[in-house]
Nanobody, 125 residues
Framework: QVQLVESGGGLVQAGGSLRLSCAAS????????VAWFRQAPGKERESAAY????????LYADSVRGRFTISRDNAKNTVYLQMNSLRPEDTAVYFC??????????????????WGQGTQVTVSS
């Protein structure tokens, strides 16, 4: 069982930066792949970034590539999302999610077993 808690959201001006954290409970967290998803009002939840359990592979959605960086510290049971050059269209609730036993389809919401409660990110123009 893994429990996830996001933090670090807030209000920022366009062009600014935020760092989100996803803190996990559970001794086996280091064996889980983790992704960040986001959901804007009236829109479906979409994938943003992914990191493999060992931190050796990261993947990004086209909309965030080059601006966002995902990383993890398994010793601290935490995954981070560094968000730079934020845009108003990045405004959303950001969720972290964890899975194991899967390979591929990192963007598929149905492949993740555990979800956090989300943290709000608002980017003003």
């Amino acid at each position: 069982q893994v429990q996830l808690v996001e933090s670090g959201g807030g209000l920022v001006q366009a062009g600014g930066s935020l760092r989100l954290s996803c803190a996990a409970s559970g001794r086996t967290f280091s064996t889980y792949d983790v992704a960040w998803f986001r959901q804007a009002p009236g829109k479906e939840r979409e994938s943003a970034a992914y990191v493999k359990w060992n931190g050796l592979s990261t993947l990004y959605a086209d909309s965030v590539r080059g601006r966002f960086t995902i990383s993890r510290d398994n010793a601290k049971n935490t995954v981070y999302l560094q968000m730079n050059s934020l845009r108003p269209e990045d405004t959303a609730v950001y969720f972290c999610a964890a899975r194991n036993g899967w390979d591929g389809r990192w963007y598929g919401r149905d492949t993740y077993n555990y979800w956090g409660q989300g943290t709000q990110v608002t980017v003003s123009s």
